[in-house]
């Protein structure tokens, strides 16, 4: 992973005055820099994307989308990977917009590494577009986005996914549930998932998080940015359930796939 974070180009921040000349030029495609005019302007992830791009990103395919790991399927139209319908989950279901990988994965990792913070309205957005048309949303009352500890809090200056969950907010058109971002506590520090085995994140994240009495009764949808084998997400499901909370599932913007029956530590 360090290896390839330290591939990653990491732009300058913009001067002042080529932000203001920016606000009197067309919009540009982020992608292509195509100008966005006329009618790819009404696009909807508008002023982002053109609609080309817009396409080529590595969206979700719900027909091969298990519900519960949020994993590819290896047949469309199966609720269940072949896994899950051996596991017993806390988390009651799960889904993603995209696939981690290509362009969307290079802007998560600018977002978090590279304080790109400018890049949260697009992945919101992106987020919402693949909701759209869907009221899978109306079945939770709270959403949460997933806590740093106080420590990587203080290191990254930000949560990722409480900016996603406001730019989600923002851009979903009808219901959205209430954001309560103080219900769930990171209050172990943990080593970050992807440097350890399957094995090690289970009890990496043991007493890793402490919920809200509010919760009680509540169904509840969590938000994060990535989701690799979802042990975090469940970790945060269990503990919400054990403190009482009805449904907990889980919307993630980018979801890694592997595999069916691969080892998932051969992912890093
Ligand atoms: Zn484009
Ligand atoms: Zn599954």
Redesign the pocket.
């Known amino acids: 992973m360090d290896e390839f974070l330290q591939t990653l180009h990491h732009p300058s921040p913009q001067p002042k005055w080529l932000r203001w000349l920016r606000q009197l030029l067309p919009p540009l495609?982020w992608?292509?820099r195509?100008v966005l005019g006329g009618k790819t302007y009404q696009q909807p992830a508008s002023p982002f994307?053109?609609s080309?791009?817009l396409l080529k990103l590595p969206w979700t395919d719900q027909h091969y989308h298990c519900r519960q790991c949020g994993n590819r399927t290896a047949e469309p139209g199966r609720i269940r990977c072949h896994e899950c319908l051996e596991e017993l989950w806390d988390l009651d279901e799960s889904r993603s917009g995209f696939g981690y990988h290509e362009i969307i994965q290079h802007w998560i990792l600018q977002l978090k590494f590279f304080e790109q913070e400018h890049l949260a309205p697009l992945l919101g957005r992106l987020l919402a577009l693949s909701l759209q048309k869907s009221q899978w949303l109306e079945k939770y009352d709270t959403l949460i986005p997933i806590p740093l500890h106080a420590s990587r809090l203080r290191k990254r200056g930000f949560n990722q996914s409480l900016l996603l969950a406001h730019q989600l907010s923002r851009n979903v058109e009808h219901y959205f549930p209430e954001i309560q971002s103080h219900w769930l506590k990171r209050i172990r520090a943990t080593r970050p998932q992807t440097e350890l085995t399957l094995a090690e994140r289970l009890v990496n994240l043991e007493d890793a998080f402490s919920a809200h009495p509010d919760v009680q009764n509540n169904n509840i949808l969590l938000l994060d940015d990535v989701m690799t084998t979802g042990s975090t997400l469940n970790a945060a499901a269990h503990c919400l359930k054990e403190a009482g909370a009805d449904r907990v599932g889980a919307l993630v913007l980018c979801r890694r796939i592997w595999e069916p029956g691969r080892e998932h530590s051969a992912e890093y």
Do not use: H, N, P, V
């Open positions: 495609c992608q292509c195509q994307l053109c080309s791009c």
